[in-house]
């Protein structure tokens, strides 16, 4: 055993916390899932790491870097356990954070409200300080109302402070100015800027953003100290990475400041985890779906890229940041089908989530669910989940799809399938947002299934989008987990100001690139990145001066001007069938980001058992597309060696997750060992 | 035709035609050139059947814009037969009095749908054009007392036959529009929108049959209605009268009535609207199509928020309303500023539905639309600017929770726009942006509050034109609470203030003076000896109320109060 050759990647879910970790020297892989602590979502890592030590017999000295997808910022955001936070603006604007768009969330509901700033009114407090759309100081900072500020933040005895006043995009010497004094006066005290949280235009998403990542930081400082003390008790050597809604890993002490940046952690580890997966197999246009107990995430993966959205909503508030452009839907295995007051049969958004779970869990579930309606047509493993750890009450399901049946008079299995068509349907109007209306066929890509519920529903997915293959990961349950592993290390820099993409002002976009170029060789140095690891992607956003949103166009270094155009023209047809190369086009912001690239992972040994010529173990009848059951063979995934081919109908078990091949599908086990189905009925 | 397709086929077919259109929504969105409908979303769209039913709406389409698109389906099929309607056609008009429109920035448009060669239904759009002609750039302001100021008056036209563009009638629309190209780009996303709508009802047409894709239909309008027609029936019969005023037609109008009766019988509820005004010379006329839509809407919104959008509802309303009164304007009237009135019709509705159904109703919104445009010279590139915005205000107390201060209420939801962008794009700054002191009604759920924004031009002169309401009428409150803050336009130079009429037009505003603009609160819920301590002690903390008001109007809870309140800093 060689000492610091094993990086785990720890996925903290709210159910389960998932562990995969590599032997970067053997590319041995294990695997281990824990129960969740959310009250102390470390506890749950160390027990994980712990276990897993155990269970490949290895010293937790030997690990050299734990890398973390977290959801503990987001769930202190849905539960409101973050600080009692402050906020500091502009004079006359301290209102701006509450009005946000004016607009409200649900136009036909007289009682949908978006919710109330984490900062109440008397907690926002106003500055005498003005600067103007040049950047250039209307009004100079007044220190005598900062002081009178800071006495009122000591006398309500805040713990965190968000610092955001107008056009600090462009100058943020005012908020450095009041953040310092703050400091000074308050040492204990967190404090964020706008102009360091998300240096961009438009107020008030910057505004909402800094709000958030204060009421976060004191709650997510203690969180990362804890567990970096813990994990350097046992593993010394081992460096921690935290991801970022974009990802890419920061360091514990950018965490501990920009807590805001992991609200999309796991889900982002997700995209990894399938460009990793997809890159194995040889393939670079995928559309992902990762359904869970209660929503589905999808994401549109193209020349193995995820494209990055800046505005997004984390619970109920909008928050500016690049994250990956996932779109999620309120439907998963607990998504529970009711009939709504005209009779129709709908799926979700309710879910019966963990507890009580599906009504097959056996925990008091009583309405149908979509894990039941997998159960009824025979399509989850009647030995239950979790390898068989967790058994399942199939007279349960029956009973409450049963009941539904009887309410509508049709049989128990045709409602059991409309409840799963329904489920499509939703999910296919989420990819769709992803891919048709922005300009892709969703035909020219494979779609990957994952999470424990993705493979069961890919099929019918991929039937209603007209996709012809789907490639399910070797480990469809714990890719996000696996995603950290291959994640790299990142940090992101931006310039945000309006330039005419014109002659003239080539040298001032060349001079934004290298002043970030120089804060990356910091980064760098700070995070002791070695050299032959170091790498930068460079984008724009533009649009014609006329229009209000942008497009951004990825480069590999920043072009003449006349490319630069051609380049968001493409960009412009692809997304809106049109471009106009006459009206003038803008450079509103350029954006750097610095890496730290990390080895790639071989591909995982294949198991003792795995043969090209797996027989099943079982057999039992599934209902697929007719009428009736066919009786279908069941595999252990565990049995498939490399260049296995299989014919439809079939099941495929594995230790978290169902696989189904419909009759007249074919699936082929690939070299890194992930399965690619080719649909045979295309038709239906 | 029978009921035998069942109720999961329902919901997958269409959700079909929802994916549809959603997705020409977004398509037009993304592609037009207005910033009207790229930020603020002042569009929709939607699918017909052939007998111009409407069929699905998508989940972001105004309510406004509902009775316009039915409007135009029942002059397109009065005019012509179904065998004069060929693939490839596309349809257009605006007009208010002759086909079907609600005002002249709206432009319709409709294609024909086809499966197995026969014409099933139309794909159609909405699209509030920035512009489109008229005595003022804009086409919105105040002050126009005939249709013809306001704009090119389009009937139903055929804009494509058979896929051919007729360009004579492209050629007319952009000749009589300020900003010809962007108008251009505004048409295109308009027709690429309806093509796309077209191509993808055609590949549902593969995937399903024609006569279970009508069976659909059919069944998914008759279980909408039925539904509608339970929720009315679960309303106590009876009679329910109420009335509030218009403050101002722009042109010497003023206190203008709208008088409602509503009557409910067993499953069937009408909307007596005679007895309101005649209609008005000033632009806040209502055609009928944009009555119905007000009732439509709150049809929706108090009795059922979560039905779906399509003819089941517009079939539940049933309206009287007199020829030539400002509730069914008849030709030349002009109608520009017709949302305002649609707005005040909500709120009586409301006012009116309030002892049927108390727990579903809510205080008076800020009952406007209020508008402000400022345009000038842009001192840094000698270049003509004009910036326009419709503001928020107080949106009315609830049964179980105060009101929303700032927001955009009932059937508009369109967004502000961010003070960096407005500095940015202008030359204009903005000195303050907030809450209106004192402008939420008093009440056990209090009224939401109304927006000051005040704006100054930076290094020339501009012209400031509004368009306000609520500004001398307040909103009132509900079950014994009290009125909202009524609002007004202010100009404050180094003279002092003026207070400027509740629609001005064409105020100069001198470089060193400013602008006030100041939107209606809202009422409140309840009585306010109801609202309790620790809800005023809030009240107080966050500065929302003076010490004064809240003195007045909860005398018994400020004398329980121990604490003194803190004054902000």
Same mark, same amino acid.
């Given at each position: ?254 965490? %501990? ?244 993409? %014109? ?182 | ?227 509608? %027609? ?221 927006? %000051? ?117």
């Amino acid at each position: 055993m060689k000492t610091g050759s094993w990086t785990v990647g720890v996925d903290v879910g709210g159910t389960f916390t998932d562990l995969c970790a590599v032997d970067q020297q053997t590319g041995q892989v294990a695997l281990h899932k824990v129960s969740s602590t959310p009250a102390n979502p470390a506890a749950a890592i160390i027990a994980g790491l712990e276990g897993l030590a155990a269970k490949i017999c290895i010293d937790l000295a030997d690990v050299s870097a734990v890398a973390h997808g977290t959801t503990v910022a987001t769930n202190a955001l849905i539960q409101r356990r973050g600080a009692r936070v402050a906020m500091v603006t502009t004079r006359n604007f301290r209102d701006l954070v509450e009005i946000g768009r004016q607009i409200r969330p649900r136009m036909y509901d007289l009682k949908a409200d978006f919710p109330m700033p984490l900062a109440p009114r008397e907690l926002r407090f106003e500055v005498d300080e003005r600067v103007g759309p040049a950047g250039e100081v209307i009004t100079p900072l007044d220190m005598a109302s900062v002081d009178a500020v800071i006495d009122r933040l000591r006398a309500e005895q805040v713990e965190a402070v968000a610092i955001a006043f107008l056009f600090a995009y462009l100058n943020p010497a005012h908020e450095q100015a009041v953040k310092a004094r703050i400091a000074a006066a308050l040492p204990g005290v967190a404090i964020s800027t706008s102009s360091e949280v998300q240096p961009e235009f438009r107020e008030y998403e910057r505004s909402s953003t800094t709000l958030l990542n204060a009421y976060l930081q004191p709650t997510f400082s203690t969180y990362m100290t804890t567990l970096k003390d813990e994990v350097a008790a046992r593993s010394p050597g081992a460096t921690l990475g935290v991801n970022q809604s974009n990802g890419g890993l920061m360091s514990v002490d950018t965490a %501990r400041d920009f807590p805001i940046r992991t609200a999309l952690s796991g889900p982002a580890a997700g995209a990894m985890g399938a460009i990793h997966t997809a890159r194995a197999s040889g393939l670079s246009s995928i559309i992902t779906f990762d359904v869970g107990g209660t929503s589905a995430d999808v994401a549109l993966i193209r020349d193995l890229q995820v494209k990055l959205s800046f505005d997004r909503d984390v619970a109920g508030f909008p928050v500016r940041m690049p994250m990956v452009d996932i779109n999620t839907v309120g439907a998963g295995g607990g998504s529970i089908a009711w009939q709504d007051r005209d009779g129709l049969l709908k799926v979700g958004p309710a879910s019966a989530g963990a507890q009580p779970g599906p009504a097959c869990y056996g925990r008091g579930g009583t309405e149908p669910t979509v894990t039941d309606a997998n159960v009824v047509l025979g399509r989850l493993s009647t030995r239950g989940l979790l390898g068989g750890t967790m058994s399942l009450d199939t007279d349960a399901s029956f009973r409450v799809v049963g009941e539904m049946a009887a309410q509508l008079g049709l049989s128990v299995e045709q409602v059991a399938r409309g409840i799963l068509e329904i489920m499509s349907a939703n999910m296919v109007r989420a990819i769709r947002a992803i891919s048709v209306e922005r300009g892709h066929d969703p035909r020219d890509f494979v779609l990957m299934p994952f999470g424990g519920a993705g493979p069961l529903h890919a099929e019918g997915c991929a039937r209603a989008l007209g996709i012809g293959q789907i490639l399910i990961p070797l480990l469809p349950g714990i890719l996000c987990a696996q995603g950290l592993l291959v994640s790299d290390r990142s940090e992101s820099f931006v310039r945000s100001k309006r330039i005419a993409a %014109r002659e003239e002002n080539a040298g001032a976009l060349a001079e934004m690139v290298s002043a970030m170029q120089v804060e990356a060789e910091d980064w760098w140095a700070r995070e002791d990145i070695d050299p032959a690891d170091r790498k930068v992607q460079l984008a724009a956003d533009m649009r014609y001066a006329s229009q209000n949103y942008e497009l951004q166009i990825t480069l590999d270094a920043l072009p003449d001007i006349a490319t630069l155009k051609q380049m968001f023209f493409a960009a412009h047809a692809q997304a809106y069938g049109f471009f106009n190369p006459d009206d003038p086009v803008d450079v509103v912001a350029l954006r750097l980001t610095a890496l730290g690239t990390r080895p790639a992972l071989q591909t995982p040994a294949q198991s003792g058992t795995a043969t090209a010529a797996p027989q099943p173990r079982s057999h039992r009848p599934v209902w697929f597309y007719g009428v009736t059951p066919i009786t279908a063979p069941v595999y252990d995934r565990a049995d498939f060696a490399a260049g296995t081919t299989l014919t439809g109908p079939a099941v495929i078990d594995q230790f978290d997750a169902t696989l189904l091949l419909f009759p007249g599908d074919t699936a082929r086990v690939d070299d890194a060992l992930n399965i690619l189905i080719q649909r045979g009925n295309l038709d239906l | 035709m029978s009921a035998t397709v069942d109720p999961i086929t329902i919901e997958i077919v269409t959700s079909a035609f929802r994916s549809v259109v959603d997705e020409t929504f977004i398509a037009l969105m993304k592609s037009a050139y207005s910033t009207n409908i790229k930020e603020r979303h002042d569009h929709s769209t939607a699918i017909c059947d052939r007998d111009g039913r409407l069929i699905v709406q998508a989940e972001m389409s105004l309510p406004i814009h509902i009775a316009s698109m039915t409007g135009l389906m029942e002059t397109l099929l009065a005019k012509y037969r179904l065998d004069e309607i060929h693939e490839g056609d596309v349809f257009v008009a605006n007009d208010p009095h002759v086909a079907g429109g609600t005002h002249l920035p709206d432009i319709n448009y409709a294609a024909p749908l086809f499966l197995e060669g026969e014409l099933v239904g139309f794909i159609c759009n909405i699209a509030h054009h920035a512009d489109i002609g008229g005595m003022v750039p804009g086409s919105m302001a105040g002050g126009m007392s005939e249709i013809y100021q306001e704009g090119l008056r389009i009937p139903l036209v055929r804009l494509f036959r058979k896929g051919e563009l007729q360009q004579d009638i492209m050629d007319l629309f952009l000749l009589n529009a300020r900003i010809p190209d962007e108008r251009r780009g505004d048409h295109f996303a308009q027709i690429a929108a309806c093509k796309l709508g077209v191509r993808r009802v055609a590949e549902i047409g593969t995937r399903y049959p024609l006569p279970l894709i009508r069976e659909v239909w059919d069944e998914l309008i008759r279980r909408t209605h039925d539904r509608m %027609r339970a929720a009315i029936t679960a309303v106590p019969d009876g009679v329910y009268a109420f009335e509030d005023v218009m403050d101002d037609d722009g042109l010497g109008t003023t206190n203008i009535p709208l008088k409602l009766k509503i009557t409910v019988a067993g499953d069937r509820v009408v909307f007596d609207l005679r007895g309101s005004a005649p209609q008005v010379r000033g632009n806040i006329n209502l055609p009928l199509n944009a009555t119905k839509a007000a009732v439509a809407y709150a049809l929706r919104t108090l009795l059922d928020p979560e039905i779906a959008n399509n003819q089941g509802i517009i079939d539940c309303c049933e309206i009287v309303a007199d020829p030539g009164s400002i509730v069914n304007c008849q030709a030349p009237a002009p109608v520009a500023q017709r949302l305002n009135t649609s707005q005040r019709l909500v709120d009586v509705i409301i006012g009116a539905f309030a002892p049927a159904i108390p727990g579903r109703v809510v205080g008076a919104a800020n009952g406007a639309n209020t508008t402000a445009v400022f345009s000038g010279i842009d001192p840094r590139n000698g270049q003509p600017y004009l910036y326009f915005e419709t503001l928020g205000g107080g949106f009315g107390g609830r049964d179980d929770r105060d009101g929303k201060d700032g927001v955009q209420v009932h059937i508009t939801n369109t967004s502000n726009l961010p003070i960096e962008a407005i500095e940015t794009e202008y030359p204009l700054r903005v000195v303050s942006y907030g809450f209106i002191e004192d402008s939420g009604g008093a009440g056990q759920y209090r009224g939401g509050a109304g927006l %000051r924004r005040v704006i100054q031009p930076v290094g020339h002169d501009c012209t400031f034109n509004g368009a306000g309401e609520r500004f001398t009428n307040a909103p009132w409150g509900i079950f014994g609470a009290g009125p909202g803050g009524t609002g007004r336009f202010v100009l404050t130079g180094p003279a002092g203030e003026t207070v400027l009429e509740v629609k001005p037009s064409a105020v100069a505003v001198p470089e060193g003076s400013s602008v006030t603009v100041e939107t209606p609160g809202s009422g409140g819920y309840g009585p306010a000896e109801d609202r309790s301590a620790g809800a005023v002690a809030g009240d107080a903390r966050s500065g929302k109320f003076s010490d004064g008001f809240l003195r007045r109007n909860y005398p018994a809870q400020m004398t329980a109060q121990k604490t003194p309140r803190t004054e902000p800093a």
